[in-house]
C-alpha cells in the first residue's frame, strides 16, 4: 500500500479505549474544518466536520472539538476498533472565497486487537 | 454507483515523458481538485477548477497542466518539466457554492523509473 504514513506522528491505543487526535491550524479566519481518514493505498475518506460558529459537533463514535482562541481541533474517536487505523488529517478551508482546502500533516492512528 | 473515480490506481513513467491522470466523477458536482501526496505530508492543491473550462493554479503547479473541457473530467497532465513527480496523485470534487466538503478518488500512483 502507500507509506503516506512515514514519519507521521503515531498514537498507539488499544482496542475499546477512547482516541483523541489533535491538530493545530493556522488561520485564525478559517470558518470550515474537516476531519478525514485515510487507509493505506486510498484516497482520504470524510469522517465529521465543524463550522466555526460551533465548538462540538458529534457523529457515530466520533466528535469533533474546535477551540478558536488556541486554533486546535481535536477528534474523539469512542470505543477504538481495529478498522480504526488509518491515518487522520485535518483540512481547514482557506478563506479566499473559492472552496479550498488546507491540509495537515496527519497522525496515525494503531489500533490493537 | 456515484462516486469520483481515478485511472489507472499504478502509472510507470520514464523521464522525460508526459503522462496523463485520468478523474471522472458523476456526482454532477462543480468543482474539482488536484492534490499531490508525498509519504509524511498533507496533500498539497496542484490545480482545482470551479466551472467547466475555468481552472487555477494551486500552490504547487510547476510542472503540470489541466483542462476541463467537461463537467465530469478533469485530467491531470504531469509534464516532463515537474523535477520530482513520483507520488500518490489525488482527485476530489464538491457541489461548489456554499458546499465546503471535498470528496476523494481512490488514488494514482505514479512512480517514474
Known amino acids: 500500500g502507500e507509506s503516506v504514513g512515514l514519519h507521521l506522528p503515531t498514537l498507539s491505543v488499544q482496542e475499546g479505549d477512547n482516541s483523541i487526535i489533535n491538530c493545530a491550524y493556522s488561520?485564525?479566519?478559517?470558518?470550515?474544518f474537516i476531519w478525514y481518514k485515510q487507509e493505506s493505498g486510498k484516497g482520504p475518506q470524510f469522517i465529521i466536520d465543524?463550522?466555526?460558529?460551533?465548538d462540538k459537533r458529534q457523529g457515530q463514535r466520533v466528535t469533533v472539538l474546535l477551540n478558536k482562541t488556541v486554533k486546535h481541533l481535536s477528534l474523539q474517536i469512542a470505543a477504538t476498533q481495529p478498522g480504526d487505523s488509518a491515518v487522520y488529517f485535518c483540512?481547514?478551508?482557506?478563506?479566499?472565497?473559492?472552496?479550498?482546502?488546507?491540509f495537515g500533516k496527519g497522525t496515525m492512528l494503531l489500533v490493537s486487537p | 454507483d456515484g462516486g469520483i473515480t481515478q485511472s489507472p490506481k499504478y502509472l510507470f513513467r520514464k523521464e522525460g515523458q508526459n503522462v496523463t491522470l485520468s478523474c471522472e466523477q458523476n456526482?454532477?458536482?462543480?468543482?474539482m481538485y488536484w492534490y499531490r501526496q508525498d509519504p509524511g505530508q498533507g496533500l498539497r492543491l496542484i490545480y482545482y477548477?470551479?466551472?467547466?473550462?475555468?481552472?487555477q493554479k494551486g500552490d504547487i503547479a510547476e510542472g503540470y497542466s489541466v483542462s476541463r473541457e467537461k463537467k465530469e473530467s478533469f485530467p491531470l497532465t504531469v509534464t516532463s518539466a515537474q523535477k520530482n513527480p513520483t507520488a500518490f496523485y489525488l482527485c476530489?470534487?464538491?457541489?461548489?457554492?456554499?458546499?465546503?466538503?471535498?470528496?476523494f478518488g481512490p488514488g494514482t500512483r505514479l512512480t517514474v523509473l
Open positions: 483540512a481547514e478551508k482557506r478563506v479566499s472565497g473559492y472552496s479550498t482546502l488546507t
Open positions: 488561520n485564525s479566519a478559517s470558518d470550515y
Open positions: 456526482l454532477n458536482h462543480d468543482a
Open positions: 476530489a470534487s464538491n457541489g461548489g457554492g456554499s458546499t465546503d466538503t471535498q470528496y
Open positions: 465543524i463550522r466555526s460558529n460551533m
Open positions: 477548477s470551479q466551472i467547466v473550462n475555468d481552472f
